[in-house]
């Protein structure tokens, strides 16, 4: 005859009260973050890309912002008529990397593309403040955001050699944002940041200042 301790006993009188064990908040909290760590550890066989991108760009279109889906670690867009595209996040492919529409399309969402470290390192000092910062690893805090309505895409070179230093990004253009990933392997961060607004012809009058740091 088995006899159940005084333990066992109140275990099972507990777990009548509250219901199934698979049902109870705790236990279901904990099987919940099982099942996200194990998600992520599948991101070699693509299924945590799959649903992280999707999740990524629902937030993104919630900001009200457009992307555009490009290939997998790659800059590019998968297509070739992406500046017409206005995508719903679940007919985004399984894999690969995402870009957001700039300008107009996203409510004048715009980009400052810092190309060389010189002006990564004097940003703060040229341009106006913002608390949308990205970048990836070997590249950090090399994008600025802003809306600037009616901003126009300028670039800016080194007259010397031809490299770029900086882009104001807008209508026509597109930005990589996380969770794509690279060509390098490295992760870009996500655009979590408020952009702020700013007018278009002070940060286009910022952003050439900033561009004659090489001359």
Not at 95 to 112: A, F, M, Y
Not at 124 to 146: C, E, F, K, M, V
Request: hydrophobic share 35%.
């Amino acid at each position: 005859l088995h006899v159940r301790s005084r333990r066992q006993r109140q275990m099972c009188i507990r777990d009548s009260t509250d219901g199934p064990l698979d049902r109870r908040p705790e236990i279901r909290s904990h099987h919940q973050t099982i099942a996200r760590r194990d998600s992520k550890r599948s991101i070699g066989r693509g299924t945590f890309l799959m649903a992280d991108v999707r999740e990524q760009v629902a937030i993104y279109r919630q900001r009200g912002w457009y992307c555009v889906p490009l290939r997998p670690r790659s800059k590019s867009p998968a297509r070739r008529d992406w500046t017409n595209l206005r995508l719903n996040p679940e007919v985004f492919p399984d894999q690969g990397n995402i870009g957001i529409i700039l300008g107009e399309p996203s409510g004048w969402l715009v980009d400052v593309d810092l190309d060389c470290p010189e002006a990564i390192e004097l940003a703060d000092s040229y341009l106006p403040p913002t608390q949308a910062i990205t970048g990836r690893p070997s590249a950090p805090r090399s994008h600025r955001w802003y809306i600037a309505i009616g901003a126009t895409t300028e670039k800016h070179a080194d007259p010397s050699d031809g490299s770029m230093i900086v882009e104001l990004r807008s209508t026509g253009t597109q930005t990589v944002v996380g969770p794509s990933v690279h060509p390098d392997g490295e992760t870009y961060e996500t655009l979590d940041g408020e952009p702020a607004p700013v007018p278009s012809l002070m940060l286009v009058a910022c952003v050439k200042a900033l561009s004659l740091i090489h001359i």
